[in-house]
């Protein structure tokens, strides 16, 4: 009998703090930058504080969220429309990042919490969570079908994923690493999603041997050199793009 109550306190200690004070959650709508297909929010958890980031999106489109924490009881899940709590990601036992393609339209919740054990002790959190909306269904058809052999990255829509060169305003060119992901499409053709520091994520299309950016009308300069192309968002943002990247090898 003792071994049973020791369980279910220990299983007690692992539940978020959202299965126990529903009534503390706050909501924050979600609002990308003009251009911008991603954000990132800054807060502060104490206790069995809640916080609910509600944004809408389409369905074909990918959901990436990042959490960055300090605290080891910092988690996220994500809500699709109409949930009653019931989640498509659990943090607790998945991680602090998540991609996934989005199965329906309608309002998706993002919500970050502490766990029950730590928001029992009053601990308090600070974290930012980077979220994102990229590719539609419509815009991933057009890439055309990539070949069989080219494997996919698990748990990802990606084919590949790793660091690029990038830099940002005035700094020296290739002068950072750029995390990115690559969806590929029919030869030459694929969408390649950059996420440069300041958290937002750059979009860059690869279709028929031209190059397009997400957003409200980027303006968009593409040059080569060597096996790479060379690509300056808006004046500001500068991206090589080996090949390798588009066409996989």
């Known amino acids: 009998m003792w071994s049973l109550f020791v369980r279910f306190v220990m299983a007690c200690a692992l539940l978020p703090a959202s299965a126990w004070a529903a009534d503390t959650i706050e909501s924050i709508p979600v609002r990308f930058a003009k251009g911008a297909s991603s954000a990132t929010l800054t807060g502060t958890l104490k206790g069995d504080r809640i916080v609910d980031y509600r944004l809408r999106a389409r369905a074909g489109q990918t959901l990436s969220v990042r959490l960055e924490t300090g605290h080891t009881a910092n988690y996220f899940n994500v809500l699709p429309p109409g949930s009653r709590d019931e989640a498509i990601f659990i943090g607790s036992t998945q991680g602090t990042e998540w991609t996934g ?28 969570l980077t979220v994102g909306i990229t590719v539609s269904g419509q815009s991933a058809a057009s890439l055309g ?21 990038c830099s940002m305003g005035a700094a020296p060119a290739a002068s950072a690493q750029c995390d990115f992901g690559v969806i590929r499409g029919a030869p030459g053709n694929a969408e390649v999603h950059v996420t440069p520091s300041g958290g937002f994520r750059r979009v860059l299309r690869f279709v028929g041997g031209t190059v397009s950016a997400d957003g409200d009308a980027p303006r968009v300069q593409t040059g080569r050199e060597d096996d790479a192309w060379l690509i300056d968002v808006n004046d500001y943002e500068h991206y090589r793009i080996p090949d390798a990247v588009i066409s996989g090898g």
Do not use: C, K, W
């Open 145 to 165: 079908r990539a070949p069989a052999s080219d494997a996919r990255v698990a748990g990802t829509p990606y084919h590949a994923t790793g660091q690029l060169p």
């Open 101 to 128: 393609q989005l199965a329906s339209d309608g309002e998706y919740t993002v919500r970050v919490y502490l766990m029950r054990s730590a928001a029992r002790r009053n601990e308090t959190a600070r974290y930012a």
